[in-house]
């Protein structure tokens, strides 16, 4: 049984900052790859970031520079910090948790947190 539930969405004026949080209930938190992904209104949802449990992470061009992803092992808790965020980044943000076990696809995703960039 896996769980992930995300925190942190808000109104930002253009140029501000947010923290998005998502924490991970179950088990096995270090073998799955955990990704940010977004969807504004009208469009499809798009991978924004994601990390996995050692080694690099990966972002859209759109946020590269901007956006950095984290995780911390210990905590079960998956971050993504948001800076210079432009109208644009306006949208649900959703997360999701990856992993293949055993010929099986393991895909888990949390309920979305609204982000709004507008001055």
């Known amino acids: 049984q896996v769980q992930v539930v995300e925190s942190g969405g808000g109104l930002v004026q253009p140029g501000g900052s947010l923290r998005l949080s998502c924490v991970f209930s179950g088990s096995f938190f270090s073998f799955y790859v955990m990704g940010w992904y977004r969807q504004a209104p009208g469009a499809q949802r798009e991978l924004v970031a994601s990390?996995?449990?050692?080694?690099?992470?990966n972002y859209a061009d759109s946020v590269k520079g901007r956006f950095t992803i984290s995780r911390d092992n210990a905590k079960k808790t998956v971050y993504l910090q948001m800076n210079s965020l432009k109208p644009e980044d306006t949208a649900t943000y959703y997360c999701?948790?990856?992993?293949?076990?055993?010929?099986?696809?393991?895909?888990?995703w949390g309920q979305g947190t609204q982000v709004t960039v507008s001055s």
């Open positions: 990390i996995p449990g050692v080694g690099s992470t």
């Open positions: 999701k948790a990856y992993r293949s076990f055993g010929g099986d696809d393991l895909d888990y």
